[in-house]
């Protein structure tokens, strides 16, 4: 059994640290590798840690003029969705196995044959 909850709680203040530097000063490529190794490491906090980048993003740009806005926005989604693209040998299986897991489906569809 992998235990991989504790490498997310090693990697997340790291991510915190890379997305610092990636909105104070532009510099993305420690946001790029430690939210891939994020993701890669554990599913179900791979989602939190998405929820937190969608919030500290919108937090962040009040900071911003109208068009520092714009481009840290844009490069915050590209090397997201990136580092998604670069994790989804791993992400996408666990992902798919969760939709079509028994929890997911609705109750009219469960069949229940043993």
Do not use: H
């Not at 203040?13 to 104070?24: E, G, S, T």
């Not at 937090?59 to 998604?84: G, P, Q, R, W």
């Not at 929890?103 to 569809?109: I, L, N, V, Y």
């Amino acid at each position: 059994m992998k235990i991989a909850f504790p490498y997310v709680l090693a990697l997340f203040p790291l991510f915190v640290l890379a997305f610092y530097r990636l909105m104070k000063d532009g510099k993305w490529g420690m946001y790029l590798i430690v939210l891939t190794l994020c993701l890669l490491s554990n599913y179900y906090m791979s989602w939190l840690i998405l929820f937190f980048i969608i919030g500290t993003t919108i937090i962040s740009l009040f900071t911003l003029d109208i068009k520092e806005k714009k481009k840290k926005a844009v490069l915050v989604l590209l090397l997201t969705l990136l580092s998604l693209g670069l994790s989804c040998i791993l992400f996408l299986p666990s992902v798919i196995q969760a939709l079509t897991s028994f929890r997911m489906q609705s109750a009219g569809e469960q069949d229940i044959s043993y």
